[in-house]
């Protein structure tokens, strides 16, 4: 299963009327960071930012300018969400997969333990997390349609709507009736990322499988939406390709979709590389400080948007950015395939670096002045 091209789509992938990604493309290849001191001012001074304004919080010298992009980032933070931050852990529930991508611990060439777990243990699962007062559950899985079908991830989701109010899925990309038949069957949400926007960068990571499908997998929002979704979630690999860019472009990618579907509700991640089964150091290193100005710069340019701070990072790193520009974290987090009620059935996706458990993230928030939120729905 493998493309010539990373611009085709196989047979069973649907094509959607869309020129977002086209808009993408043409933005991030005119794309420079050679911008001014005084064009970040200019744009920390706006109520609102226009594209080259957030281009302009990206670039190399908005680093110097840092305190001045914190403090508009937590105000507007406090502006939409308060002191308030979601809480919320994955479960992953298989680990095969069809994809051989260079960065991933699941890289179907790696020979790691493979595991996916039965309805019995999936339920077995849900009802430990369910115990530590987790509302939100997002649902993983490799990306492999022949062994995790959707109707498989379908009865998943069936099972952790009894658990949870909120339930997400991040699996492979699907059609948009695919994402309908999971929405009906109680998913509330999608997270995919396109891991890099540059498409020399993507070719280059993406060896075989499904997920070799540049456009295929760009189109995977725009179809969920169209499947009655109530949210996507945007993001990168930072450290694949330029993260500068990367972040740019995932900018881009969301805001024009919403523009598109106001009713979406948008949320971002920014992941780094971390360590795994089969890792080989050759990509470019992001910095803690590089990271922190992609989280500030999505808040301002997009206030309304959630934002996820993932385990890959460290608890000092997390909690400070906390309240300042993200606004949801995952607590008792497990990356292989099971884990919380028995012995994990799989071998990780990676290696994380906050391993604390919701008591003792609960408790962080509480000491910094945060309110952690379990369950912002309801289900009706």
Do not use: W
């Amino acid at each position: 299963m493998n493309m010539k091209t990373v611009m085709e789509h196989l047979d069973f992938m649907e094509v959607i009327e869309s020129d977002i990604m086209d808009k993408v493309l043409r933005q991030i290849r005119d794309y420079s960071g050679d911008f001014t001191a005084s064009d970040v001012k200019d744009a920390l001074n706006k109520n609102s930012l226009t594209i080259y304004d957030y281009a302009a919080l990206l670039s190399p010298i908005a680093e110097n300018l840092s305190e001045e992009i914190a403090q508009r980032s937590r105000a507007e933070t406090r502006k939409h969400f308060g002191n308030s931050v979601s809480l919320y852990t994955p479960l992953y529930i298989s680990n095969y997969c069809e994809n051989q991508c260079v960065y991933c611990g699941f890289n179907c060439k790696n020979d790691i333990v493979r595991g996916k777990l039965s309805s019995d243990e999936i339920e077995k699962e849900l009802r430990s997390i369910s115990q530590t007062g987790l509302e939100e559950l997002l649902l993983l899985t490799g990306e492999s349609r022949k062994i995790s079908s959707v109707e498989y991830i379908g009865e998943a989701v069936k099972l952790a709507v009894k658990y949870f109010t909120t339930v997400g899925i991040e699996i492979y990309p699907l059609n948009t009736d695919e994402y309908e038949y999971l929405r009906k069957c109680g998913a509330d949400f999608v997270s995919i990322y396109q891991e890099s926007y540059d498409i020399e960068t993507y070719d280059k990571c993406h060896l075989s499988g499904a997920k070799r499908s540049y456009p295929y997998r760009f189109n995977s929002q725009e179809r969920a939406v169209k499947g009655g979704m109530r949210g996507v979630s945007f993001g990168s690999l930072l450290g694949l390709g330029d993260f500068r860019k990367d972040a740019f472009a995932t900018g881009l990618h969301a805001y024009y979709l919403q523009q598109k579907y106001p009713h979406a509700e948008i949320s971002f991640s920014a992941p780094r590389i971390r360590a795994h089964i089969g890792n080989v150091n050759e990509y470019g290193l992001v910095s803690e400080r590089q990271l922190l100005q992609v989280f500030m710069a999505y808040r301002i340019f997009m206030p309304f948007a959630s934002i996820v701070i993932s385990t890959r990072e460290r608890p000092g790193f997390r909690d400070n950015v906390i309240g300042l520009a993200a606004t949801k974290m995952s607590a008792s987090v497990k990356v292989g395939v099971g884990g919380h009620s028995a012995t994990q059935k799989g071998d990780e996706q990676f290696l994380i670096s906050d391993s604390r458990s919701t008591t003792e993230i609960h408790e962080m928030l509480h000491d910094r002045g945060l309110q952690a939120v379990y369950t912002d729905y309801i289900r009706v």
